[in-house]
């Protein structure tokens, strides 16, 4: 754990150095890059970066390297991606204008940073809405219309394409001092969140003080008690030790932590025939690979968690009343995201919800 963390110092040190020579490329995708309008042709070399969230052993850093093997070999060798951990390139709100401004072609994103621009994209922040059964929520990710056309669409007016939605876990809330068991015990608790909007909203539903900051400072704030409480899957609790400052996690299963793989528009659409043939093959493939690395971390981790004696956690399964207090609480929040963060009335949430009955039937 201290060197995952004395890493993450490394990462920022590098930050710095890395952002300011991305920002003197001005975007430019490096030799035979493939960009926009680039047709590429054969014998041509293809240099990328894919840039995301977490570091090296975790979930989406494991997706980018399995990612960038498979295009190198299915190419022949044409295809030369580098992945970068989170920290390398600054904060996740950064990566997001990287991947816009061009300066990295792919990046696996999460909608909660991505709030305060693709309002459509706080769907994700709605607890209660996919089903209990990650499989379930993996098959719907997969095949939804009102992911995969319509709010697509929303992202590419900003330059994004989500290429895929995958699932990194069910999310739960770990605590310090208060156990998190009905909604009232999260009254006046100070939550750390994403940065999107309609995720403060979620907790403030049920009374929470939430605090929006990036994970590079989670362990720190919930070491001091800046925060009380926070919510991710099993894996990251514990690879980003937040359960080592922590005495509580409740197995909420809340929510899903929804990822994208997003690759710039322009770039994209600026791709010959066979390169986009081979993306897309690729990102498809992928969504089986993720689901079994998510769950693998995920189980591992649970039992790393419980039988860590050293930093003990007690571990709280909610009945089914209090998971159901907990969903009477949240429902309001559908309405607010209908009424005053839709740009379409609520239609993408309309389908979806409609997809999900469907899938759960
Ligand atoms: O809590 C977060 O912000 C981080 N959680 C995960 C599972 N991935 C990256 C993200 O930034």
Not at 34 to 47: A, F, L, P
Request: aromatic share 10%.
């Amino acid at each position: 754990m201290i060197i995952l963390k004395f890493k993450h110092v490394l990462s920022l040190a590098f930050l710095l150095v890395l952002s300011t020579v991305l920002a003197a490329c001005g975007g430019d995708s490096g030799e035979n890059a493939g960009g926009e309008g680039d047709g590429g042709s054969e014998g041509e070399t293809y240099n990328w970066r894919f840039v995301t969230e977490e570091v090296d052993g975790q979930v989406q850093y494991e997706y980018a390297e399995e990612f960038a093997k498979r295009m190198n070999e299915k190419s022949d060798g044409a295809v030369n991606i580098d992945v970068y951990e989170f920290g390398g390139l600054g904060s996740e709100t950064d990566q997001v204008e990287q991947l816009q401004n061009g300066a990295v072609e792919l990046a696996v994103m999460s909608p909660g940073f991505t709030g305060n621009m693709v309002k459509e994209g706080q769907i994700f922040a709605l607890h209660f809405l996919f089903p209990d059964r990650v499989e379930t929520t993996q098959e719907i990710l997969n095949s939804s219309e009102a992911l995969n056309t319509d709010l697509r669409e929303r992202y590419e007016e900003f330059d994004i394409s989500p290429l895929s939605f995958w699932t990194e876990g069910a999310m739960q809330w770990t605590s310090s001092g208060t156990a998190l068991e009905e909604p009232a015990d999260f009254q006046n608790f100070k939550m750390r969140t994403q940065t999107s909007p309609l995720i403060l909203e979620s907790y403030r539903a049920y009374g929470a003080e939430p605090t929006p900051m990036s994970w590079s400072e989670l362990y720190t704030a919930l070491d001091r008690g800046t925060v009380e409480g926070q919510e991710n899957p099993i894996f990251f609790i514990g690879d980003a030790s937040f359960y080592e400052v922590q005495d509580y996690m409740t197995v909420s299963n809340h929510n899903n932590y929804v990822a994208m793989t997003t690759v710039n528009t322009g770039w994209y659409e600026g791709l010959n025939d066979e390169m986009k043939a081979m993306v897309d093959e690729t990102v498809q493939e992928m969504q089986q690979w993720v689901f079994d690395e998510q769950q693998a971390q995920n189980e591992e981790w649970l039992e790393t968690i419980k039988n860590d004696e050293e930093n003990p956690t007690e571990i709280i399964e909610l009945t089914e009343d209090q998971r159901q207090m907990f969903k009477d609480a949240a429902m309001d929040v559908r309405d607010f995201y209908r009424e005053e963060v839709s740009t379409v009335d609520g239609a993408i949430l309309d389908k979806l919800e409609e997809e999900i009955n469907s899938a759960s039937e």
